[in-house]
C-alpha cells in the first residue's frame, strides 16, 4: 500500500506524462477544432472524441494509482500556504480531467451527436437530447477547457519554480525515479 517515498511510482510517472502530452494535444485539437470550416474539422472532431474518452479511462486509472502507491511528502520547509496551493491545484486538475470528457460525452448527447471512438463503436448518450442542454454544456465546456489551461499553466509554473528555484525535490520526484 501505501510507503513513503521521495518519487512517484513508474506509473504514476508514466501516466503523468502521457496524459501531459494528451491533454495539451486535446486543448490544441480542440481550439483548432472550432477554429476551422474546413476538411480539417471532421479530422480534428475525429480525433478529439475518442482522445476524451480515453482520456477519462487514463485519469480513472491514474486515481486508482495514486490511491494505491500515493504521493511523496511535500518538503517540510514548504510554506503552509504554498502545500494549500498544491493540494487545492491538484484537487483541481483531477476535476477538471474528469469533468472535461464527462462534459464532451453529455453535450454531444444532448445534442443528439454520436460519440464514435472507432470504427462501429459507439458510446450511448448519457444526457436526454436537449437543445437547451446542448447550449449550456458547450458553453461548460469551452469555459472549463480554458480553466483547465490556466491550471495547466500554473501547474508548469510551480514545477519550474520548485526544479529551478527552490530545487527542493517536488520536480524530480515526478521527473525521474
Request: proline share 6%; charged share 10%; aromatic share 8%.
Amino acid at each position: 500500500m501505501k510507503t513513503p517515498r521521495s518519487h512517484f511510482s513508474a506509473l504514476s510517472r508514466l501516466l503523468h506524462w502521457s496524459m501531459a502530452v494528451l491533454i495539451v494535444t486535446m486543448l490544441f485539437v480542440g481550439v483548432g477544432m472550432v477554429s476551422t470550416v474546413s476538411r480539417l474539422h471532421n479530422t480534428l472532431l475525429a480525433l478529439h472524441r475518442p482522445l476524451g474518452i480515453a482520456l477519462l479511462v487514463l485519469v480513472i486509472v491514474r486515481l486508482a494509482v495514486r490511491l494505491l502507491y500515493g504521493a511523496p511528502k511535500l518538503p517540510a520547509d514548504m510554506p503552509a500556504v504554498q502545500r494549500l496551493a498544491a493540494h487545492g491545484s491538484h484537487l483541481v486538475l483531477y476535476l477538471l480531467m474528469i469533468a472535461m470528457p464527462l462534459i464532451g460525452w453529455s453535450m454531444l448527447s444532448a445534442g443528439g451527436y454520436p460519440i464514435v471512438l472507432a470504427g462501429g463503436v459507439h458510446l450511448p448518450p448519457i444526457a436526454p437530447h436537449s437543445v437547451v442542454l446542448y447550449a449550456w454544456l458547450r458553453a461548460a465546456h469551452t469555459w472549463l477547457a480554458m480553466a483547465l489551461y490556466a491550471t495547466i499553466l500554473l501547474h508548469v509554473a510551480a514545477a519550474l519554480f520548485h526544479a529551478l528555484i527552490r530545487r527542493d525535490g517536488v520536480f524530480a520526484s515526478m521527473a525521474r525515479g
